[in-house]
């Protein structure tokens, strides 16, 4: 019941059996409350900008407002539907109990997961490169100075250069061998820092890519070293490396297919109406639209509408099917007086 009480939120309806600054009833909102510090004010869609800090208006304003005569009811926050179970709630209080730890621990001080993560998995390189990135982007490569911190290792110098501690810093980037390698594949530092999205060096293959697989293979080649195995020169580890990223994704890329999807006419005495929404991650807002055609194809009506607030695609697609169900409405009823005008 503590895991529920703690995670549970507030559905918005009619707002009457909310507290504004105690209840959790914002979604969006890391804690599900607004940030704003305690006031009295009478909460109204016109003073929402008014009254609270852009970070809680912007959320609030996200809401969908329901239809009237709907009470507010309290809602399970971890899943889609508002429901309660098991498997959510063992997330939850692990994430509850031990996640923000580990996200301290790793430097991470924030409540979302970064997008970091999700970049990284959906990189076109193979499935070991991505899990070599993961591990030592949370410091889990077992370089000597990691070792030796950990009193696993008396060791911590580092074993290609002996110039200095070895950490993952040091043997990804610093080592002298390590910029021999960016610098023979023309990878200097300071344009990988400075211009990590418009360097396209070999036709479709991305700068994350490339310096993955290098970092990755600068650490292959650092432990081949170690069990005193020879080495290529840095010249010949750029081209590897080069080769290596270029024919992964050239093996990887699928051929697309055409897939021949055209817009089917209704059948006879209906009409048929496309609906779709657009959004934007950036500015939290969409829009709709919608057109009618009869049974021949003919074009009837078509409209469209601004979605202002919006906290996903989902909730834009959403707000399109509801904003078109109230154009419906009106049509209806705009075709039944037309009726009952030319009846008279």
Same mark, same amino acid.
């Given at each position: 019941?503590?895991?529920?009480?703690?995670?549970?939120?507030?559905?918005?309806? $009619?707002?009457?059996?909310?507290?504004?600054?105690?209840?959790?009833?914002?979604? +969006?909102?890391?804690?599900?409350?607004?940030?704003?510090?305690?006031?009295?004010? !009478?909460?109204?869609?016109? !003073?929402?900008?008014?009254?609270? %800090?852009?970070?809680?208006? @912007?959320?609030? !304003?996200?809401?969908?407002?329901?239809?009237?005569?709907?009470? $507010?009811?309290?809602?399970?926050?971890?899943?889609?539907?508002?429901?309660?179970?098991?498997?959510?709630?063992?997330?939850?209080?692990?994430?509850?109990?031990?996640?923000?730890?580990?996200?301290?621990?790793?430097? *991470?001080?924030?409540?979302?997961?970064?997008?970091?993560?999700?970049?990284?998995?959906?990189?076109?390189?193979?499935?070991?490169?991505?899990?070599?990135? %993961?591990?030592?982007?949370?410091?889990?490569?077992?370089?000597?100075?990691?070792?030796? @911190?950990?009193?696993?290792?008396?060791?911590?110098?580092?074993?290609?250069?002996?110039?200095?501690?070895?950490?993952?810093?040091?043997?990804?980037?610093?080592?002298?061998?390590?910029?021999?390698?960016?610098?023979?594949?023309?990878?200097?530092?300071?344009?990988?820092?400075?211009?990590?999205?418009? %360097?396209?060096?070999?036709?479709?293959?991305?700068?994350?890519?490339?310096?993955?697989?290098? *970092?990755?293979?600068?650490? %292959?080649?650092?432990?081949?070293?170690?069990?005193?195995?020879?080495?290529?020169?840095?010249?010949?580890?750029?081209?590897?490396?080069?080769?290596?990223?270029?024919?992964?994704?050239?093996?990887?890329?699928?051929?697309?297919?055409?897939?021949?999807?055209?817009? +089917?006419?209704? +059948?006879?005495?209906?009409?048929?109406?496309?609906?779709?929404?657009?959004?934007?991650?950036?500015?939290?807002?969409?829009?709709?639209?919608?057109?009618?055609?009869?049974?021949?194809?003919?074009?009837?009506? *078509?409209?469209?509408?601004?979605?202002?607030?919006?906290?996903?695609?989902?909730?834009?697609?959403?707000?399109?099917?509801?904003?078109?169900?109230?154009?419906?409405?009106?049509?209806?009823?705009?075709?039944? !007086?037309?009726?009952?005008?030319?009846?008279?």
């Amino acid at each position: 019941m503590e895991n529920f009480n703690r995670d549970c939120i507030w559905r918005v309806r $009619d707002g009457s059996q909310i507290d504004i600054w105690e209840d959790a009833w914002v979604p +969006t909102s890391p804690t599900r409350k607004i940030v704003m510090p305690h006031g009295h004010v !009478l909460l109204s869609k016109l !003073l929402v900008r008014d009254v609270f %800090w852009s970070i809680d208006a @912007n959320r609030i !304003l996200e809401i969908p407002i329901a239809p009237t005569g709907m009470e $507010d009811f309290v809602a399970w926050h971890h899943t889609k539907n508002g429901l309660f179970s098991v498997h959510s709630a063992y997330h939850a209080e692990w994430d509850y109990q031990f996640g923000r730890k580990e996200r301290n621990c790793l430097g *991470a001080r924030r409540t979302q997961i970064s997008r970091v993560w999700e970049k990284l998995w959906h990189l076109c390189v193979p499935a070991k490169i991505k899990i070599y990135g %993961w591990r030592a982007l949370h410091g889990l490569v077992p370089c000597l100075g990691i070792l030796a @911190n950990r009193h696993i290792s008396t060791v911590s110098g580092c074993p290609v250069c002996a110039a200095g501690c070895e950490d993952i810093m040091h043997v990804l980037f610093t080592c002298q061998r390590a910029q021999q390698v960016w610098e023979a594949g023309a990878i200097a530092l300071e344009h990988i820092i400075c211009n990590t999205d418009v %360097w396209d060096p070999l036709g479709g293959i991305g700068m994350p890519e490339l310096v993955l697989t290098g *970092a990755w293979y600068i650490w %292959w080649e650092r432990r081949q070293l170690v069990h005193d195995e020879a080495i290529q020169s840095p010249h010949r580890s750029a081209m590897a490396n080069g080769a290596l990223t270029a024919n992964y994704w050239r093996a990887s890329k699928k051929k697309a297919k055409v897939k021949n999807i055209g817009w +089917t006419k209704p +059948t006879e005495e209906f009409l048929k109406i496309n609906v779709d929404a657009a959004f934007d991650i950036d500015e939290g807002r969409g829009s709709i639209g919608a057109v009618i055609r009869d049974s021949h194809g003919k074009f009837l009506v *078509a409209a469209c509408h601004e979605v202002p607030f919006a906290s996903d695609a989902m909730m834009a697609e959403a707000y399109a099917l509801r904003k078109v169900s109230f154009w419906l409405s009106i049509l209806v009823a705009q075709s039944l !007086l037309s009726n009952q005008t030319i009846c008279r």
